[in-house]
């Protein structure tokens, strides 16, 4: 055993016969394949643990070119996730996102820790799963260095006053004046009071956020697909 890393299974794709490729995104290495030999038979003790959402300290060999899974200790596996179709979709997300954005062998701690905590939140079912990955979509744009401006204009530095947009080609929130694209969306005070009082919760404080579905909803999928766009994710795959 080489060492022993945190890590949450971003997906899984068969390997040879009886082998499955792990890959996990982890507190220490980052974004890491791994190759867990033998896990696809009947017989194997490691089969549950190599699932998408699978939290859990893997034991690993380095081996070239992939990781070797040696062994697992299961930490959470997020059943409630896993067993309601809607919370699935949705909670699906956050492993596609951290798959897309994340470069291999680079340390993310912090959207690493912020996916653990979406998970566990939506598990627990204490929070409305759409409010719960709005925060994380938002997390993800602070760590990857594109935070969003709620007081002015990100392209005239102009204070907002009249009507806002989501450039989703920019990916900024810009005035009229300076909407140069048809790819935008129109955002309300509310849907901005929105955007900005969940970017500014801690996870642990997002049950005292109290929004109309109609209003989270609009909210979630502004977010959404500036995410998308941002990362060139196929917005396809997030018809929710």
Do not use: H, W
């Not at 696809?40 to 190599?50: G, H, L, P, Q, Y």
């Not at 979709?89 to 596609?96: M, R």
């Not at 929105?194 to 500014?200: N, R, T, V």
């Amino acid at each position: 055993m080489d060492t022993i890393v945190k890590g949450i299974v971003l997906k899984t794709k068969d390997y040879k016969e009886n082998d499955k490729l792990l890959t996990i995104l982890t507190l220490e290495e980052g974004k890491i394949v791994v190759r867990a030999k033998g896990v696809k038979k009947a017989t194997s003790k490691m089969k549950a643990f190599c699932q998408v959402f699978c939290f859990g300290e893997f034991e690993l060999v380095k081996n070239k070119p992939f990781f070797i899974l040696s062994g697992v200790k299961s930490i959470d596996n997020f059943y409630n996730v896993t067993t309601d179709y809607d919370k699935f979709a949705l909670s699906s997300l956050i492993p596609l996102v951290c798959d897309k954005i994340c470069v291999e062998n680079e340390i993310y701690s912090g959207l690493f820790l912020s996916a653990v905590k979406a998970l566990n939140l939506i598990n627990l079912d204490a929070v409305d799963p759409k409010l719960v990955v709005t925060k994380f979509l938002l997390d993800t744009l602070f760590y990857e260095g594109f935070e969003l401006n709620f007081s002015c204009c990100n392209s005239c530095e102009k204070p907002f006053s009249e009507k806002i947009f989501i450039d989703f080609d920019s990916g900024e929130l810009v005035c009229g004046n300076c909407l140069k694209t048809g790819n935008f969306v129109e955002i309300s005070g509310g849907m901005l009071s929105s955007i900005k009082m969940i970017y500014e919760t801690s996870y642990d404080k997002l049950q005292t956020i109290k929004l109309g579905n109609v209003l989270l909803e609009k909210t979630f999928f502004a977010i959404l697909k500036n995410v998308a766009n941002r990362f060139e994710i196929n917005y396809n795959l997030f018809k929710i």
